[in-house]
């Protein structure tokens, strides 16, 4: 499976933008792009996935370079309650031999200081 | 709306006891369903994944086993615990293997 490098932690400020960065340099052109968060003692919690194009819902907005090598998770006003583990996962999208599972690295370590 | 269920949500077991784990999910029909486990201070590792009932695939060699008897019901068992079975068990599903999976609240398990 393609992995992603992600950086351990990174800190934000309440209300200010962040942008989590991924590296996956060994995508294949059927890998989608899926964010997930896990808060504190909580099981992990969907964001937000893609192919190709930027993608944007509720919970944040998905920046995916033209050589899909790299993205971006854009989270537009953080909160205190966005403080959480922030993994990018690459998925297989053409039903492979392991089923599309998610291949969990360690993520990146959100705080967000008041 | 569809809904995870995970019990207990702690649990502590001495070593050498047997375990078992269910998860079942409502509002939807012929889930994929998951097993994953997350030791202290590490990423997740997936364990087992089904696609339907009486169908499990396993990820990696373990002390573990997993069954699904009804359609929304996945059940994680052990005959004997060991100390290196403790951990943060939680219970996933999704529709099929391109969309999101849900996850549950998890079981926090402790071997002594």
Known sequence: DAKTTQPNSMESNEEE???LPCNHSTISGT????WYRQLPSQ?????IHGLTSNVNNRMAS????EDRKSSTLILHRATLRDAAVYYCILREGNYGGSQGNLIFGKGTKLSVKP | SQTIHQWPA?????VGSPLSLECTVEGTSNPNLYWYR???GRGLQLLFYSVGIGQISSEVPQNLSAS????RQFILSSKKLLLS???????AWSIDTNQPQHFGDGTRLSIL
């Open chain 1, 31 to 34: 890998d989608y792009i899926h």
């Open chain 2, 38 to 40: 997350q030791a202290a």
């Open chain 2, 10 to 14: 702690t649990l502590v077991q001495p």
């Open chain 1, 62 to 65: 998905l920046a995916i370079a």
């Open chain 1, 17 to 19: 933008p962040v942008h």
């Open chain 2, 85 to 91: 079975d403790s951990g943060f068990y939680l219970c």
């Open chain 2, 68 to 71: 699904r008897p009804q359609d």
């Open chain 1, 43 to 47: 099981g992990p919690e969907y964001v």
